[in-house]
């Protein structure tokens, strides 16, 4: 069974409108998580000091382990598709170190200083916050119909001088 031309664009178009609204929701929600963790790691140290009585130490670091799985799997959601559009690497010089510094504050200071561990986090979801705008602004860039292939060519300086100098002289 053979698709028609216009089934296939059909199919085409349903494809990336589908791609482009889990990328946009995979944004959202990673802004939502990222910022949910830096109002998490200013209130924590304010909880423990005024509610001693309350065990709440198995709840922080569940919650963070459990974002340290959710927001990575968010990111690239976000930002694989997002950097298929785009091709802007800025948005990984954002959110690598942001991922790191989210690791580093759960797994490695996550036992020894709430200090650290509550700066590092913060640190990083500022960073993944800032990843999310940039991919969503390149995007919503891409959908207007700018087109990024420019930045993406290698030579591009090259390529435009030799067709500057191939043109005829008028």
């Not at 909880?47 to 959710?70: D, N």
Request: net charge positive; proline share 4%; glycine share 8%.
């Amino acid at each position: 069974m053979q698709m028609s031309a216009e089934s296939s664009t059909t199919y085409h178009e349903a494809s990336t409108t589908d791609s482009a609204i889990v990328r946009t929701w995979a944004d959202r929600l990673g802004i939502c998580l990222s910022g949910l963790c830096v109002v998490h790691c200013a209130m924590m140290p304010i909880l423990v000091l005024a509610i001693p009585t309350l065990e709440m130490g198995f709840l922080h670091e569940f919650f963070h382990e459990s974002l340290l799985v959710v927001l990575p799997i968010l990111a690239v959601a976000a930002f694989v598709p997002g950097y298929r559009k785009h091709r802007d690497a800025r948005v990984f010089l954002w959110s690598l170190p942001g991922l790191v510094l989210i690791a580093l504050g759960a797994l490695v200071f996550g036992h020894e200083s709430l200090i650290a561990q509550g700066a590092l986090t913060i640190a990083g979801s500022v960073l993944l916050i800032r990843a999310h705008q940039v991919n969503r602004k390149l995007c919503a860039c891409c959908e207007s119909g700018h087109s990024h292939a420019h930045k993406a060519a290698r030579g591009g300086a090259q390529k435009r001088k030799a067709r500057l100098l191939s043109t005829p002289p008028r």
